[in-house]
């Protein structure tokens, strides 16, 4: 024996499809990062009334959504080679969820999330959320129950009929038991929730998913402000992009953008209201 291992352990839904997905590394992954003071984002949220108080997910999800928009380099599908222009810019929000394997990942959509207004978009998500804690999405329930009950090495192929039909012929894939354009035109994941105060997210080829970004875990670090070195609350975000969809030209627009809005809330108030029209 080359490696002495114990028995296999039991896995998880998603480590069973990260396993069917990932192959050699091949991967057109960009990685970034930075880190931003919050204290102005926190103090906007404050100030956000509404049924569920907006968190820096919500935040972050719609800030990304706008900078997606506007450089629509990254808003697009990739299908037989060609690039081609999404209709709507929406956006997957990652959900921790506990079962009795452990904690498994899922996540919800949020369609054409510039039209809420970010107290709308908390509400959503939390009853998003809630659906999935319960087991009472029939989309993701119906995937986890196929994919609990098949080994790692029967989903690859399964994986590849769904892609030829969804991505390559771009048909509906409900008739499959598949749901339709589940994770939209890009992925919000807050690795803070899990503690750690930052990461680089890589991209799930199954997604079809082109760009992720990643929200740390709040903490205090020194920050230069006039020439002089203070404490302040800092936030880690990363970014990940697919090379395919665009250059890393088009990736610091697009962070430059979020470091704008990260920095000033309150100067673009479209952003948040729900106001902005494809």
């Known amino acids: 024996m080359n490696i002495e291992v114990g028995t296999p352990e039991p896995l998880t839904s998603y480590r069973k499809i990260a396993i069917a997905s990932w ?74 969820i506990r ?11 949020l369609r ?28 993701m329930d119906s995937v986890r129950r196929r994919v609990e009950f098949l080994p790692s ?14 991505y390559r012929l771009n048909l509906n894939p409900t008739w499959i038991g598949m749901p339709k354009d589940r994770f939209g035109s890009f992925m919000v994941s807050n690795i803070g929730a899990l503690g750690l105060e930052r990461g680089l997210i890589p991209l799930s080829p199954y997604t079809r998913c082109p760009i ?10 020194p920050v230069v402000r006039d020439g002089e070195v203070c404490v302040e609350r800092v936030v880690t975000i990363s970014l990940t992009f697919d090379h395919r969809y665009a250059d890393g030209a088009q990736g610091a627009l697009v962070m430059r953008r979020f470091e704008k809005i990260f920095a000033n809330p309150e100067g673009f108030p479209d952003v948040f209201s729900g106001g902005q029209e494809e």
Not at 83 to 92: E, G, I, K
Not at 212 to 221: D, L, T, V, W
């Open 153 to 166: 090495f029967l989903l690859k192929p399964i994986f590849a009929v769904q892609e030829f039909f969804a």
């Open 99 to 109: 079962d009795k394997k452990g904690k498994d990942l899922s996540g919800f959509v």
């Open 112 to 139: 054409d999330i510039l039209s809420m207004p970010i107290a709308e978009v908390a509400k959503r998500s939390a009853e998003e959320a809630d659906k999935l804690k319960r087991g009472e999405d029939p989309e």
């Open 212 to 221: 992720i970004i990643g929200i740390g875990k709040p903490r205090e670090a």
């Open 23 to 96: 192959r050699h590394p091949r991967d057109p992954s960009t990685y970034s990062w930075v880190d931003l003071p919050v204290g102005a984002v926190e103090e906007f949220l404050a100030k956000v009334g509404g049924e569920i108080k907006p968190t820096l997910t919500h935040f972050v999800a719609l800030v990304m959504a706008d900078c997606v928009r506007r450089q629509s380099d990254f808003n697009r599908f990739l299908r037989a080679g060609k690039l081609y222009p999404r209709l709507s810019t929406d956006a997957f929000i990652t959900t921790l």
